[in-house]
């Protein structure tokens, strides 16, 4: 039976990152998967989660299930970190929580929600994206289209047809942002950008769905949930997918939240129902250690204090490496513009390398780079900069 199968594709992303494991070749670098690296190369258990897990072990009493949607005080926790401790949405019982295996385990909730209960709606997701959105949202039966978002001649963000693209969208049309560091350009929309694409949403009777990855990665842990605040100040309902991967670092833990913003406390509930018969059927119930320690960290005042400091240590590292790039290509002889690198958000952005750069790169120099040109800033580091710059010279 198995004789008519064909082999699918390497994931673009994971794939390299196999790659990169089996080169033998001693001064590689890996630019390619999204996973914060300390100044020494490694991706360390933050200290506030150590904590976090010897108070869980010495407290845990049994392993039995968890409920469809995890435990209430994670909710909470997600709730208070996505709109503010003092929400009224919260306060008005508008939203429900499912605890979720991961940002991806959210967003196939939200996928399967989405389809089942809003019908043959279009998602509407930014060109580019994050490789995997197309895949989660067809996944569960659901058309995609593209707006534009990215204009490669100034490296900003192309508003003017964002608008425009998302103004052919039909009303009950779901709409995808990154609710900060967007993946892959590192771009984010002002304040005042927020504004006008909630404006939009509301009177096309758009429904928003934020992607929530890097919460803490671009200004602040607050900060950096502004442009969903001001969707929530707004609309009557919206959808989250949070993945705590990165922030605290938890990314073999699996843990993340679909979080559903309802226009009352009564359809919140009975909207909600729907997503707990949708994680039933996939996972039954969600992975319960990662979100443990996750509660433990945001409900302890001393915990929560220093794993902010922790999330400011890694988004100011990357904000570091980001400077020196830019001038160590310099240093190199590179005279073409990187000064953008400068001014983006996050792990990510798009370098502007082009396919046969990327692949000699590889080839000659042992520097992974995902096929698009996106570069993953957290992969730099002091020691490995200078071969890094001389190799991008040399291939440009
Ligand atoms: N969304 C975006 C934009 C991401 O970049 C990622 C991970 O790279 C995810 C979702 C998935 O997160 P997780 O690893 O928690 O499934």
Known sequence: MFEKIIAAPADPILGLTDEFKADPRTHKINLGVGIYKNEAGNTPVLATVKKAEAILLAQETTKSYLSIQGTPEYGLAVQQLLFGADATL???????????PGGTG?????????????????VWISNPTWANHHGVFGAAGLETKTYGYYNAQVKDIDFDTTIADLSQAN???????????????????TNQQWQTLAKLC?????????????QGFAQGVEEDAQGLRIFADQ?????????????FGLYNERVGAFTLVANNAEQAIISFSQVKSIARV?????PAHGAAVVTQILNDTVLR????????????????????????LKQCGVNTDFSFIERQNGMFSFSGLNKDQVNRLKDEFAIYIVGSGRISVAGMTKSNMLPLCKGIAAVL
Not at 111 to 116: N, V
Not at 282 to 286: E, F, K, L, R, W
């Open 171 to 189: 009303a009950g049309d779901v709409v995808l942002f990154h609710g900060c560091c967007h993946n892959p350009t590192g771009i984010d929309p």
């Open 90 to 100: 919260i306060a008005e019982k508008r939203i429900q929580t499912a605890q979720a």
């Open 106 to 122: 959210a967003l196939r909730v939200a996928a399967e929600f989405i389809k089942r209960q809003l019908g043959d709606v279009t």
């Open 282 to 286: 996939i996972y039954s119930n969600p």
């Open 235 to 247: 609309m009557p309902e919206l959808l989250v997918a949070s993945s705590f991967s990165k922030n």
């Open 305 to 328: 204090a220093e794993w902010e400091l922790e999330v400011a240590e890694m988004r100011d590292r990357i904000q570091e490496m980001r400077v020196l790039f830019v001038a160590t």
């Open 202 to 214: 509301l009177e096309k009777n758009l429904l928003p769905m934020f992607d929530f990855a890097y």
